[in-house]
């Protein structure tokens, strides 16, 4: 609350909460080794710590769907705030995961448009919700020619803004040669290293401007927790139902192995910590 980044608004990269820093406090990654232990969203009982950002939720909000507060959130800060998209603009999201869809409301709420969702092969369900929430066009990456593609949306001029959250190298490379003219390209993957055939001329060619993310502000917060509550889009779409406290290891195992084919689970997932209501 009293460094730099907190007093400018980017609490997002506030020293002591960030989790690159040597020491930090942040909910869902500081270790239960450090006193009192509960910093985790998978537990029955949280510490509040005295300077964290509560958020009321508003009434009629299920708690499951409250969850989705934090990818809309996102959403809202890197398509509105970050890159400025306007009505009318082409908005290409790389990405179908739940932050990539929150990008896709995002984009609709300022009247964007084409809205166009990239995915893969493993992203059938995730595609199809995104056509649900909003987007013009949904493309597969392994088989369609992405750039080809949006040219045709756009009249051979190409998206004026980009958001790129797969974090795959390839993918960063596809978002700056999709770009049109003076368009905005928002990286939020963090991919750890550049694709070997990085377009770095089209950047000044195009006069792009790239702009690094990483996650949202508290008034995107507010704004996402209103959104929720405006019951405009499907968001249950979003998230399956919610599984026990008891279920958390096995929904956790089952997810970091990676296995769906067929692409026929949701982006989120919810656990119901304790008999709290739905």
């Not at 049109?180 to 750890?192: D, I, K, N, T, Y």
């Not at 599984?243 to 956790?252: E, H, N, Y």
Request: hydrophobic content about 45%.
């Amino acid at each position: 609350g009293w460094c730099r980044e907190c007093r400018t608004g980017h609490h997002q990269l506030c020293p002591r909460t960030d989790f690159h820093s040597a020491a930090f406090l942040r909910y869902g990654r500081t270790s239960v080794r450090t006193a009192p232990g509960l910093w985790g969203g998978f537990a029955e009982w949280m510490y509040l710590h005295p300077r964290a950002q509560l958020h009321p939720v508003p009434p009629g909000v299920a708690s499951s769907l409250a969850v989705l507060a934090t990818p809309l959130a996102n959403g809202l800060r890197w398509v509105a705030g970050v890159a400025r998209a306007a009505p009318g603009e082409c908005v290409v999201v790389l990405g179908p995961g739940a932050h990539g869809l929150g990008c896709v409301v995002a984009a609709r709420e300022v009247g964007a448009g084409p809205v166009v969702l990239v995915g893969t092969a493993g992203d059938q369900l995730r595609l199809r919700i995104g056509s649900e929430l909003g987007a013009d066009a949904v493309l597969r990456s392994d088989l369609d020619d992405v750039e080809a593609a949006v040219r045709r949306l756009t009249g051979g001029r190409g998206a004026q803004v980009v958001v790129e959250v797969t974090g795959a190298a390839a993918a960063a490379e596809t978002a700056v040669r999709v770009a049109g003219r003076h368009a905005r390209v928002v990286l939020a993957g963090g991919s750890a290293a550049p694709a070997a055939a990085f377009p770095a001329g089209l950047i000044t060619k195009r006069e792009l401007t790239v702009t690094g993310v990483r996650g949202h502000d508290a008034d995107g917060l507010a704004a996402a927790l209103r959104l929720l509550a405006r019951d405009r889009y499907p968001f249950a779409s979003m998230t399956t139902a919610p599984v026990p406290l008891t279920a958390a290891a096995a929904l956790l195992s089952e997810l970091s192995s990676g296995q769906d084919p067929s692409g026929t689970r949701a982006p989120h997932h919810c656990v119901r910590p304790a008999d709290v209501p739905a």
